[in-house]
């Protein structure tokens, strides 16, 4: 058994790829056309972890909402210092600014993509 991806809805696609693209630094592998969502998928350099942006051509009445099961996604930077000055280069902040778990440890952050979903940033020592 292989992990293939993980599929989050979004509402605005250029608003989701910018962020994935130039905030996280993924890249787009490929679309896929149904007949009602255009599918975008996007994954790190070493294409091991995949996230299935689905763009519904129409919204659900009352829109999306996400519920109390899911967590967060997470991404490793080797320099949170560098990864903040992107964010904020495109206009973004923290929900929680980065800190050590513990000392010696990782530093963490938690910012949100532009539909809410959460997203821990992690730099290891």
Known sequence: MKFSHTMIRV???????HFYKEV???KLLRTMELED???Y???DEQ????????YNHKLPEGGYNHGNYF???AFDTEN???FTETMKKNGLEYVYPPFDVKP???KIAFLNDPDGFPIEIIERK
């Not at 294409?47 to 689905?54: A, G, M, P, Y």
Request: with cysteine.
């Open 37 to 39: 969502a255009t599918l």
């Open 104 to 106: 010696g440890g990782p």
């Open 71 to 73: 967590g967060h996604l």
């Open 41 to 43: 998928f996007v994954s």
């Open 47 to 54: 294409e091991c972890c995949t996230i299935e942006l689905t």
């Open 80 to 82: 949170m210092d560098k």
């Open 24 to 26: 996280l630094g993924l």
């Open 11 to 17: 509402k605005n696609i250029d608003n989701s790829l």
